[in-house]
T-cell receptor
């Protein structure tokens, strides 16, 4: 079974702090994704990566950056956290070149609160 | 109009009932995903399908490509099926995954 592990379940940070969210998958998947989920807005893609050091912006990349130095790890960085980044963050991975034509595997999510 | 519409938005059922959740979409797709999210956050992939029907235990997913419609059925529902069910389609024009807003299911004993 594929396991996608997010480093924190709950996180509380102050406005202006630099925040790192880590995600690790153990099945050699090429594709990794970061989503945020907000009530009434559903899941929105922040960034995705299809290979080491490769990244592409999703629908809402502003205020975020990502890093993929190793195939199994995909990090989401909030350069200067703001209260409007309070949200549930979900990492996912999938196998293969057609990233959405194979099952998606999600982590348990990180609920981030920025005060 | 949203590109992916789910109905109903909320659903309550008694244990043992047969449940149907619907998903309609307006774009051309290469695949459709059904996801389950329990309270507390984690999302589990239930099905990925591009044609026909798939079955896993008490869950059945069907898709009609011509009608741009998919259904998720739960037979003999159980309180542990209580969750939000999300439909997502892989658009082959935009190479994006488009999510529905989810159906909240509560099954009472």
């Amino acid at each position: 079974d594929v396991k996608v592990t997010q480093s924190s379940r709950y996180l509380v940070k102050r406005t202006g702090e630099k925040v790192f969210l880590e995600c690790v998958q153990d099945m050699d998947h090429e594709n990794m994704f970061w989503y945020r989920q907000d009530p009434g807005l559903g899941l929105r893609l922040i960034y995705f990566s299809y290979d080491v050091k490769m990244k592409e912006k999703g629908d809402i990349p502003e205020g975020y950056s990502v890093s993929r130095e190793k195939k199994e790890r995909f990090s989401l960085i909030l350069e200067s956290a703001s209260t409007n980044q309070t949200s549930m963050y979900l990492c996912a991975s999938s196998l293969g070149r057609d990233r959405y034509n194979s099952p998606l595997h999600f982590g348990n999510g990180t609920r981030l609160t920025v005060t | 109009k949203n590109e992916v519409e789910q109905s109903p938005q909320n659903l309550t059922a008694q244990e043992g009932e047969f449940i149907t959740i619907n998903c309609s979409y307006s774009v051309g797709i290469s695949a459709l995903h059904w996801l389950q999210q329990h309270p507390g956050g984690g999302i589990v992939s239930l099905f990925m399908l591009s044609s026909g029907k798939k079955k896993h235990g008490r869950l059945i997913a069907t898709i009609n490509i011509q009608e741009k419609h998919s259904s998720l059925h739960i037979t003999a529902s159980h309180p542990r099926d209580s969750a939000v069910y999300i439909c997502a389609v892989a658009s082959y024009n935009t190479d994006k995954l488009i999510f529905g807003t989810g159906t909240r299911l509560q099954v009472f004993p």
